[in-house]
């Protein structure tokens, strides 16, 4: 009987190590780049609404450094989207990556609706698809009414188990 090649047994010890490994472990989530645009009480709405869409969704939660760097493969903008008639627009391109728009024109002072067009925005970054309305998802939105409607887009883009 031959004894086993020190080839065969590493690579055995490394299959064995691998399987022990947890599961569907997502990296590390890359950082999106904020605008420093943003005022103070605008990013803490916008944080806030990062944490209450990894809460619904299940997804990891978006982190955000609010360092004004514009060419990252993530950017969170307050500045008008490429839809000139939006209040936010989520887009992705091979060049910029992801970007999340939201408009100047959409004012913090009306909580009900600031936060909701950056919960939208962020949706739409974790694959949720728009539906008929109403809810958050909705064409148009600007309220937070989280749905089932919400929910089953939610479950179409793999997210809320």
Same mark, same amino acid.
């Given at each position: 009987?031959?004894?086993? %090649?020190? &080839?065969?047994?590493?690579?055995? +010890?490394?299959?064995? *190590?691998?399987?022990?490994?947890?599961?569907?472990?997502?990296?590390?989530?890359?950082?999106? $780049?904020?605008?420093?645009?943003?005022?103070? %009480?605008?990013?803490?709405?916008?944080?806030?609404? *990062? !944490? +209450?869409?990894?809460?619904?969704?299940?997804?990891?939660?978006?982190? +955000? !450094?609010?360092?004004?760097?514009?060419?990252?493969?993530?950017?969170?903008?307050?500045?008008?989207?490429?839809?000139?008639?939006? %209040?936010?627009?989520?887009?992705? !391109?091979?060049?910029?990556?992801? !970007?999340?728009?939201?408009?100047?024109?959409?004012?913090?002072?009306?909580?009900?609706?600031?936060?909701?067009?950056?919960? $939208?925005?962020?949706? $739409?970054?974790?694959?949720?698809?728009? $539906?008929? &309305?109403?809810?958050?998802? *909705?064409?148009? %939105? *600007?309220?937070?009414?989280?749905?089932?409607?919400? +929910?089953?887009?939610?479950?179409?883009?793999?997210?809320?188990?």
């Amino acid at each position: 009987m031959r004894a086993p %090649s020190w &080839g065969l047994l590493l690579s055995t +010890i490394l299959v064995q *190590a691998a399987c022990m490994l947890p599961a569907d472990q997502p990296d590390p989530p890359t950082p999106f $780049h904020g605008d420093t645009a943003f005022t103070d %009480s605008e990013r803490a709405v916008v944080e806030d609404a *990062a !944490t +209450i869409m990894a809460q619904r969704t299940g997804a990891p939660r978006i982190q +955000i !450094t609010w360092d004004g760097i514009y060419s990252g493969p993530r950017r969170i903008l307050r500045e008008h989207p490429p839809n000139k008639d939006a %209040s936010g627009e989520y887009v992705w !391109t091979p060049e910029y990556g992801h !970007t999340i728009y939201i408009s100047p024109e959409v004012p913090l002072y009306a909580p009900l609706y600031f936060k909701p067009v950056v919960m $939208h925005e962020i949706g $739409h970054y974790y694959g949720l698809k728009h $539906h008929k &309305g109403p809810g958050l998802m *909705a064409e148009p %939105s *600007a309220w937070d009414l989280w749905n089932e409607a919400d +929910i089953d887009v939610c479950r179409q883009a793999g997210w809320c188990k």
